[in-house]
């Protein structure tokens, strides 16, 4: 029978190292103290009151809400976020990192939205992210040629946005963005419903 010498010793003391460093102490009696300098994301949530996945920014509907716009920390595996007229529909993917995003509506009367997130370097995406557009108060006549238009502040102009779409079974406009500005519907080159 062949000895299986210092070769098979490292491997193995390797693989029990990594065990251990997958696994933990962090549910045993043994558990350290942490002094808050150094918390894991489960402790952070139960000193802070929320859940890991919201400090992981794993979606579960959460987020702040006022009459014109809503806050929510969104994560790897997307999500939607809505207020009044509008809402955004992350897909998984198309953020590399958790982001907080904030769609606002300044007034609800008009078609223009706000779109914003933060870390700023979250503001590329990896996969388009949709802004669809409830279009139930426009005008019909409008609807059919309605889009959605990007505000370029370099030019001082709205742009239309390149794939905007009309249902005109769910009285929608969207379109794909790769990244948020301010947007609105536009129909005939003006905003308006």
């Not at 299986?4 to 350290?32: H, I, N, Q, W």
């Not at 139960?46 to 794993?58: F, Y």
């Not at 309605?146 to 102009?157: E, L, M, S, V, W």
């Amino acid at each position: 029978m062949k000895s299986r010498g210092p070769r098979f010793a490292l491997t193995l003391a390797l693989s029990m190292a990594v065990l251990l460093a997958v696994a933990g102490c962090s549910d045993l009696p043994t558990k350290p103290v942490l002094d808050g300098s150094s918390a894991t994301a489960t402790d952070t949530a139960t000193s802070t009151g929320a859940a890991p996945a919201e400090i992981l920014g794993i979606d579960l509907g959460g987020g702040s809400t006022s009459t014109n716009s809503t806050t929510k920390v969104i994560g790897l595996l997307g999500g939607t976020v809505s207020v009044g007229n509008f809402t955004v529909v992350v897909p998984a993917g198309a953020l590399l990192l958790p982001a907080t995003i904030t769609v606002a509506q300044p007034d609800l009367a008009h078609p223009i939205v706000n779109l914003s997130i933060s870390p700023a370097s979250a503001n590329r995406f990896l996969l388009p992210v949709l802004l669809v557009a409830d279009a139930k108060p426009m005008n019909t006549s409008l609807l059919s040629i309605a889009t959605i238009g990007y505000y370029n502040p370099a030019t001082g102009k709205w742009e239309t946005v390149a794939g905007s779409e009309i249902s005109l079974l769910d009285l929608t406009v969207s379109a794909p963005l790769w990244h948020f500005s301010t947007y609105r519907v536009q129909g005939g080159g003006k905003a308006g419903w």
